[in-house]
């Protein structure tokens, strides 16, 4: 649509005669104008019909079922915040006050209904593992005993130790009286965590929709009709829709009832979502126990060479006195039984249900219309 001047309408015009003149440009629609005057501010559309002072799209408003009024909407990501200005498109950079009075007021947010819910990722759990003894306490006096006067130092085997030669450190003589053998371990199944959780969320993994108010005002010629927003001051992504009632059924109206213009997309929002699908936690049962022996092995020097003696541990330490004069120098270790047990994991059983409320149903005009 353009504005002319109103010397050029009336030049185009002036064969079709003074009534058809005045139909055209919309004369008598606002009260104290005459023709001329009125003529000068009115928008007329290609085919020569007129707008009135509409400079956007005349949409009837009163339509059953409907809210009145013209909104533009857009879908959204959920982890978008779109405003109401970002809809209009500028042919230059608006100042603050120039968006704000330009900008569409926010007329609500609707979210769109999740899709099915993706499912629950598998229960899985770590296999169970016999773990060689975490080193040797040594005691300065016999049978372990840490009685006054008695010094008692930790001999640890490294992080993780997997019974080859360990020699942390040196005891002498005066210090070595007996050493206790911490007991072999097992290692329990443990859930593993599943490193993308798949339980249902509304907010991050639906889409909603913003609706703005399009109406521009009451320029059009017909009553009945409220100017709205042009397609062409929109941004890509946003459309003009008709928006229902809430929890209203509608169809989308004919062309026959919107003036010639075809709100033929439908689209179908929630008010209210709440998503309480989720998945149950893992976890983890034994089926069957482990057996761990180990066979630990003491030494006067650091090389494992000089021995001392040797003990069988389990699932309890035991207390090995030193021979008198003796050093300690390190350690190793070998497994006698390697048994680990086993467990099956259990859980994530999809749970609660999605609720929906607050329909409303859009009537849009294509992208771009």
């Not at 704000?100 to 770590?126: D, K, L, M, Y």
């Not at 409320?357 to 771009?368: D, F, I, N, Q, Y």
Request: with cysteine; hydrophobic share 35%; glycine share 12%.
């Amino acid at each position: 649509m353009r504005r002319w001047e109103a010397g050029r309408i009336l030049a185009a015009l002036a064969s079709v005669g003074g009534a058809a003149v005045a139909m055209a440009s919309g004369c008598g629609a606002v009260d104290g104008y005459d023709c001329h005057e009125l003529l000068e501010c009115d928008v007329i559309n290609e085919d020569g019909t007129s707008n009135g002072g509409c400079e956007g799209t005349c949409v009837p408003v009163n339509l059953d079922g409907f809210e009145r009024g013209v909104y533009v909407v857009r879908l959204k990501a959920g982890l978008e915040d779109p405003r109401c200005d970002d809809a209009l498109l500028w042919d230059h950079e608006p100042d603050p006050e120039e968006r704000r009075n330009e900008s569409p007021p926010r007329f609500g947010g609707f979210w769109v209904a999740p899709g099915a819910h993706p499912g629950c990722e598998p229960c899985a759990c770590t296999a169970p593992a016999c773990l060689f003894p975490a080193g040797l306490t040594v005691t300065s006096g016999w049978m372990c005993g840490d009685g006054p006067g008695e010094t008692v130092a930790p001999f640890d085997a490294p992080v993780s130790w997997d019974g080859s030669c360990a020699a942390p450190g040196a005891v002498g003589a005066e210090a070595f009286g007996s050493f206790r053998i911490a007991p072999a371990t097992a290692r329990p199944c443990e859930v593993v965590a599943s490193p993308v959780p798949r339980d249902g969320d509304a907010h991050t993994g639906g889409q909603a929709v913003i609706a703005c108010d399009a109406v521009r005002g009451n320029t059009c010629p017909n009553s009945a009709h409220a100017c709205a927003l042009g397609a062409a001051k929109l941004r890509p992504g946003w459309r003009r829709c008709l928006l229902s009632e809430v929890d209203r059924d509608v169809e989308c109206p004919s062309s026959d009832w919107t003036a010639g213009l075809h709100f033929s997309e439908k689209l179908t929002f929630w008010s209210k979502v709440e998503d309480r699908r989720a998945c149950t936690p893992c976890s983890c049962t034994e089926t069957a126990p482990s057996t761990c022996e180990a066979l630990v092995s003491t030494f006067e020097d650091g090389a494992c060479g000089d021995l001392i003696d040797a003990a069988v541990v389990a699932g309890n330490g035991v207390c090995h006195d030193a021979e008198p004069g003796s050093t300690l120098g390190s350690m190793r270790a070998t497994w006698l039984v390697d048994a680990p047990g086993s467990c099956a994991p259990s859980g994530r059983e999809l749970m609660g249900e999605l609720s929906l409320s607050g329909k409303v149903t859009a009537c849009c005009l294509p992208e771009g219309t």
